[in-house]
């Protein structure tokens, strides 16, 4: 019976122990939440394009401190009838590794936006694009990567 | 007849955790299978040749070069010189992999060129291995003034680090013996004082053997 109860025991452990693990690793440390959106036919509005940086690792802001490290960037391209102005990031924040608390980067962690603003005539339209960034976790760092981006919406 | 019923429970309230568990393991899975769905649904196809979606960190365990003998290159420097790890022949040699763009690796190193004047007496030697050659000589250039390393900075051909065990991120090095044997390998960014252990470990291999 003893045996038994260890063996329960054992099994409790290990499936618990299971729980902590990932259950699968990220193929990509950005996420792009595509929402179609409503913008005003004729008139300047602007289009968000929401992101999200896996938990655990960060990618350099648009502005990063250093000119060798690769800035989030997006390119788009252009769509018929939308006139499609120059991209605002949002502002990084600051980080550091503990290794060194000295040395300053500007990051962008957990959701971030980015505004597209436009003039776009009546009608469903769709920009595609890309987004470039470089990801790091708490100690090492990834090569870049792209992750294709559409933006999707209608003016009314 | 009461213990065996005490006995008895503990086993039933086992059994019961064992499957809330296994439940609430598959509803997390399940939850990230929709997660990663779901971010599916909003990404264009991948162009030929677009990285995007690719599975960069599908495999990010440290190479297991561990106990094995350094794999032998030569390749050239930023400066132009061929440099064979064959040169090093009964030296202790740090092979690093870094980049242009790792953070990281920028801090590490200004630590490896403060090892290599502690230790070069004992023969100890570091190798920096630039990862993204792309980056262009004029980038790699500017890293290497700004973190203050005099080691040979070598310009990787990307057999190179098929042959260390493929490399998904950085910084990644390896501890070569006197032997020739990779006595440690370690991949992100570790303390300054793990570096020193590891090479006081590849400096006393072999004693006498410079």
Redesign the interface.
């Known amino acids: 019976m003893r045996i038994g109860i260890a063996l329960a025991a054992l099994l409790m452990g290990a499936q618990f122990g299971n729980l902590d693990a990932p259950a699968t690793k990220p193929k990509s440390y950005v996420m792009y939440a595509a929402e179609p959106q409503v913008v005003t036919a004729g008139k300047r509005s602007v289009l968000e394009l929401h992101f999200r940086v896996v938990d655990g690792f960060h990618v350099n802001s648009h502005t990063p401190k250093s000119e060798l490290l690769i800035p989030t960037q997006i390119a788009l391209q252009p769509a018929a009838a939308v006139k499609a102005e120059a991209v605002e990031y949002p502002a990084g924040t600051s980080y550091s590794f503990s290794f060194d608390p000295s040395e300053k980067l500007d990051v962008y962690t957990g959701a971030f936006t980015v505004k597209l603003p436009v003039v776009a005539e009546a009608g469903a339209h769709t920009i595609d694009g890309t987004l470039r960034y470089q990801a790091c976790d708490h100690a090492a760092c990834y090569p870049p990567k792209n992750l294709p981006v559409q933006v999707i919406f209608t003016a009314k | 007849m009461k213990r065996?019923g005490l006995?008895l429970g503990?086993?039933v309230v086992?059994?019961a955790?064992?499957l809330w568990?296994?439940w609430?393991?598959l509803r997390?899975?399940r939850k990230?299978?929709q997660e990663?769905q779901a971010?599916h649904?909003?990404?264009?196809?991948?162009?030929p040749g677009?990285?995007?979606?690719?599975?960069?960190?599908?495999d990010?365990e440290t190479p297991h070069m561990l106990g094995k003998m350094a794999p032998g290159f030569t390749l050239a420097t930023l400066d132009g010189k061929n440099v064979s790890l064959s040169d090093y022949k009964g030296r202790p040699v740090l092979v690093n992999f870094w980049?242009?763009?790792?953070?990281?690796?920028?801090?590490?190193m200004p630590w490896f060129e403060e090892f290599r004047k502690q230790y070069a007496a004992q023969g100890f030697e570091i190798l920096g291995m630039t990862d993204?050659v792309d980056a262009g000589k004029d980038?790699i250039a500017?890293?290497v003034k700004?973190t203050g390393v005099t080691y040979p900075i070598l310009l990787t051909d990307g057999k190179v680090q098929k042959s260390f065990g493929g490399l998904?991120?950085?910084?990644v090095s390896f501890y070569i013996d006197r032997n020739g044997v990779v006595v440690e390998e370690t991949?992100?960014?570790?303390?300054?004082d793990e570096i020193e252990a590891h090479i006081k470990k590849i400096v006393a291999s072999g004693a006498g053997g410079q």
């Not at chain 2, 649904?41 to 162009?47: D, E, G, I, R």
């Not at chain 2, 980049?99 to 590490?108: D, G």
């Open positions: 065996n006995v503990v086993m086992g059994i955790l064992l568990s296994g609430h393991n997390e899975r990230a299978m990663a971010s649904v909003v990404l264009t196809p991948a162009k677009d990285t995007a979606g690719s599975a960069v960190s599908d990010v980049a242009t763009w790792c953070a990281p690796c920028k801090i590490e993204d980038a500017k890293v700004k998904d991120y950085l910084p991949a992100g960014l570790g303390s300054k």
